[in-house]
Every structure is written in C-alpha cells, then in structure tokens.
C-alpha cells in the first residue's frame, strides 16, 4: 500500500521523505489555506520533495474552467496530479485530461456507484473519505470494501486512494482491504511507527547493554 502525506506542510513532507517510506502528497484548498503558502510555488515545492503524485485541486466548478485551471497547475512539475471533485463537470474534466495522459485524483467520493463512475471516467486515482463518513455516523471502512469489490468484478485500472484518514485504524484495515493508496497527516503516520512495548524493549536491552560495559563503535 502507497503512502501519501495528506498536508502541504513543507517540514513534515522533508521529514517523512527522509524516512524513505513518502510515496506522494496529497493537498486540497483548505491544507493550502492552512499552511499559508501560495499555492503555486508551495506546490512546486513538495514536487520537488517526492517523485510520486502530488495531488492539486482544481477551484472552478465548470468544466471549461476546471480545465484551465488544470493547464496551469500540469505545468508546474512533471508529477502533478490533477485534483477534481466528483461531480459531472469533474468527471468530463478527468476524462479530457486522463485521455491526455495527465494523472487525476477524483476526489469526494462518498459513494460506491460515485467511485464506478470514477473508474469509467479513466481516474488515476478516487479518493472516498473514510473519517468524513465515520463522523456522520456511516462506517467509512465499508465503503472502501465495497469500491474494491466493484473494481475487482471489473479490472478498474483506477487506485483506490483512501482519504479523509484520521487514525492508525483506518490505516490497517485499508491494508488488510488491500486499498492501493491511502493518505493521512503526518501526525497518523508517525504514529504507525509506535508501540509501548517497541519502546520498553529498548529501555531494556539498552539497560542490559550498558551493564556489558562494552561499546560497538
Ligand atoms: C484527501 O485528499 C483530502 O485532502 C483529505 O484526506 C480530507 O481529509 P479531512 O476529512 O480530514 O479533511
């Protein structure tokens, strides 16, 4: 499963590249808004932390605009990928530019049937929010099962990208769906590196080491 930073956090993206485990970014207007950045040049940035897609959301709601918006943002860096809302302007918009060779995440999916209409559009990627779900009282994890089975009847090309990622939770049953990507903040996927009993385990063998009173280097 491919590991995507759901931020434009220009340090935490450094940081988790270091860890050689960053597979992409993904960012939406409210992460751009956050970080404080302008859009353009924080984008070029993380294009240039990762080789893997780096997702940027379109803002029009129109497919005319959607595709030059999509024009401006392809030409920052050879790894763009296209963000584009699941609505009908959304996915003519996927259609025109997945056909062109450009990769697009379509994003807000809250549905099975809205993701069977991704994967018909040619998506590179859909991304179904499972938090947003979970918060509105629907299990977010069962939408991910379902969109996997309708992609397997079928051969989909398209990577099922879960998002809306709030805790390592989400993250293991992703992986035992077999989900091909999922995206979360930094803070859940340096949390996927803890355990109480990795870190007592260390305080003990560091302990009996130091009674050895030898050294490695
Ligand atoms: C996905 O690409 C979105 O940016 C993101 O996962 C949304 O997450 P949220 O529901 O925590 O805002």
């Known amino acids: 499963m491919k590991f995507f930073a759901d931020t434009a956090e220009i340090d935490d993206i450094k940081e988790l590249a270091a860890t050689g485990l960053l597979d992409g970014v993904t960012t939406n207007p409210s992460l751009?808004?956050?970080?404080?950045?302008d859009f353009m040049e924080v984008t070029k940035e993380i294009c240039g932390i990762t080789d893997g897609p780096v997702s940027a959301e379109v803002v029009a709601l129109d497919h005319?605009?959607?595709?030059?918006?999509?024009?401006?943002?392809?030409k920052i860096a050879d790894n763009v990928c296209i963000k584009v809302p699941l609505t009908i302007d959304g996915l003519k918009t996927c259609k025109a530019l997945t056909d062109d060779g450009t990769m697009v995440n379509v994003t807000l999916c809250f549905s099975a049937?809205?993701?069977l209409l991704a994967a018909k559009a040619g998506a590179t990627f859909v991304s179904p929010f499972v938090g947003r779900h979970d918060d509105n009282g629907v299990n977010g994890m069962d939408l991910i099962r379902d969109i996997s089975q309708i992609y397997d009847n079928y051969a989909f090309e398209t990577e099922i990208l879960v998002a809306s990622v709030r805790h390592v939770t989400h993250v293991l049953e992703s992986a035992l769906i077999?989900?091909?990507?999922?995206?979360?903040?930094?803070?859940?996927?340096?949390a996927l590196f803890n355990h109480v009993l990795t870190e007592k385990g260390i305080e003990g063998f560091l302990k009996d080491w130091e009674s050895t009173g030898q050294s490695i280097t």
């Open 32 to 37: 751009i808004a956050k970080s404080g950045r």
């Open 64 to 74: 005319e605009t959607m595709m030059k918006e999509a024009e401006v943002l392809r």
């Open 113 to 115: 049937n809205q993701a």
């Open 178 to 190: 077999g989900a091909d990507v999922m995206t979360a903040p930094p803070k859940v996927i340096k």
